[in-house]
């Protein structure tokens, strides 16, 4: 069991006692109603096969992924697909324009964040909203996000924004501004399907493309200037 809660985040334990709990009810329910076994029991039984192991895959944890240590580098805080790459204003704190990439997750990718590079958090804030589909452009101001800046020692800032999604209904993160920022080291995470916004300086050079596949840990978004 320990070993299991080394691979399991923490915030899964429930979802995957619940997921149990149903199908437990409604296998025992169906098979007490129906004791003959047909087609349909069959089909009960994949569906919730099914079910179980998307939210046993969900929630686990990259424990054995590399985390790519490298020089200005910029590492993909999340598991996805790269849905933005533009110029954009940035009016909640840079009050200015900045490049940013969009990373959307499906239920498929693990939905734990990590830091992207080595710092400080400066500024962190929670902000209520709308349960948009995640890869909407109007879903990164107006559904429920959170917002982080994360400075590294040379001053540089980064924002990272975890955006809840239509599926997506609980954004987990518990940060304030002077903690420690560790690249590859988790932040939080975002349940059942959303995204993750990052911003970054004009003059970065960015080392990613649309609809590419990122890695959090080990894909570089893009590189600082020194």
């Given amino acids: 069991m320990k070993q299991i809660h080394k691979r399991i985040h923490e915030e899964g334990t429930r979802a995957i006692i619940v997921a149990l709990l149903i199908a437990a009810v409604v296998i025992v329910g169906m098979n007490l109603l129906w004791p003959v076994q047909t087609f349909w029991h069959v089909l009960v039984y994949v569906y919730f096969a099914v ?71 400066t500024y962190y804030k929670y902000h209520p909203g709308k349960y948009l589909v995640a890869f909407k452009p109007k879903s990164s101001v107006d559904n429920e996000h959170n917002s982080l800046v994360v400075q590294d020692p040379q001053g540089r800032e980064v924002l990272v924004r975890q955006i809840a999604g239509f599926v997506a209904r609980r954004i987990v993160c518990d940060l304030e501004p002077g903690d420690a920022s560790v690249v590859g080291e988790e932040f939080g995470m975002i349940r059942f399907g959303s995204r993750v916004d990052v911003f970054l300086p004009l003059d970065a050079e960015v080392s990613v493309h649309m609809h590419q596949i990122v890695r959090a840990k080990s894909s570089v978004l893009a590189v600082l200037k020194s």
């Fill in 51 to 121: 079910v179980l192991v998307l939210v046993v895959r969900f929630f686990r944890v990259p424990i054995h992924r590399k985390t790519t240590i490298l020089e200005n580098a910029v590492v993909s805080p999340a598991d996805g697909i790269v849905s933005a790459d533009e110029v954009v204003m940035e009016d909640e704190y840079f009050h200015e324009q900045r490049r940013k990439i969009s990373i959307f997750m499906s239920i498929y990718n693990v939905h734990i964040n990590f830091f992207p590079f080595d710092g400080m958090v």
